[in-house]
C-alpha cells in the first residue's frame, strides 16, 4: 500500500476521534506484515490519563485481530505542518516495528513528512532488555 494511501486511511479515522477536551483529532493507521490494516483515533475521557492516542489505539486494534509486525504506520491530525508521534506512542510503535527502518508517516492539513522509527526513537528500550 502507497503512504499516500495510508495517510487518507489515518485522515479518514480522525474524523471519529473522541475528543472532548483537547478538541484535537487524530487518526493513525497501522500496515501489517501480513497485508492487513487497522485503524485508530484518540479516545479521551472525564478522568484525563485515561485518555489513549490514535497510534497506540490502532495498534492495540491490529494486534487484536492477529498483527504481529508494523510494516509502516501513518498519523494524521489537522494541523498546519505535521503532527509528531507522542514519546509513549514511539515506544508501543517501536516494540511492535518489523526494525528500525519502519516508516512513521506523518501527515496534516499542509505537508507529510516520513521519518524512521528508529530515528524518532533512537536507543529505545525493547524486549531484550528484560534480559540483561
Ligand atoms: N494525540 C494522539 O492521539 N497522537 C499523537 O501523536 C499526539 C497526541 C492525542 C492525545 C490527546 O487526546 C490529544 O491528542 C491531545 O494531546
Given amino acids: 500500500m502507497q503512504d499516500s494511501a495510508l495517510l487518507a486511511k489515518a485522515m479518514g479515522a480522525a474524523a471519529?476521534?473522541?475528543c472532548p477536551y483537547s478538541k484535537?483529532?487524530?487518526?493513525?493507521?497501522?500496515l501489517w506484515d501480513d497485508g492487513s490494516v487497522s485503524l485508530g483515533v484518540n479516545v479521551e475521557n472525564a478522568s484525563y490519563p485515561l485518555g489513549v492516542c490514535a497510534e497506540r489505539n490502532a495498534i492495540t486494534g491490529g494486534v487484536v485481530a492477529g498483527g504481529k509486525k508494523i510494516t509502516k504506520i501513518a498519523v494524521w491530525a489537522a494541523v498546519e505542518g505535521t503532527v509528531a508521534p507522542c514519546g509513549g506512542c514511539r515506544q508501543v510503535i517501536h516494540e511492535f516495528s518489523a526494525n528500525d527502518s519502519v516508516p512513521v508517516i506523518m501527515g496534516g492539513n499542509t505537508d507529510?513528512?516520513?521519518?524512521a522509527i528508529g530515528q524518532l526513537l533512537p536507543d529505545a528500550f525493547t524486549p531484550s532488555d528484560l534480559e540483561k
Fill in 16 to 18: 471519529n476521534a473522541y
Fill in 24 to 30: 484535537f483529532s487524530v487518526g493513525a493507521a497501522v
Fill in 112 to 115: 507529510v513528512a516520513t521519518t
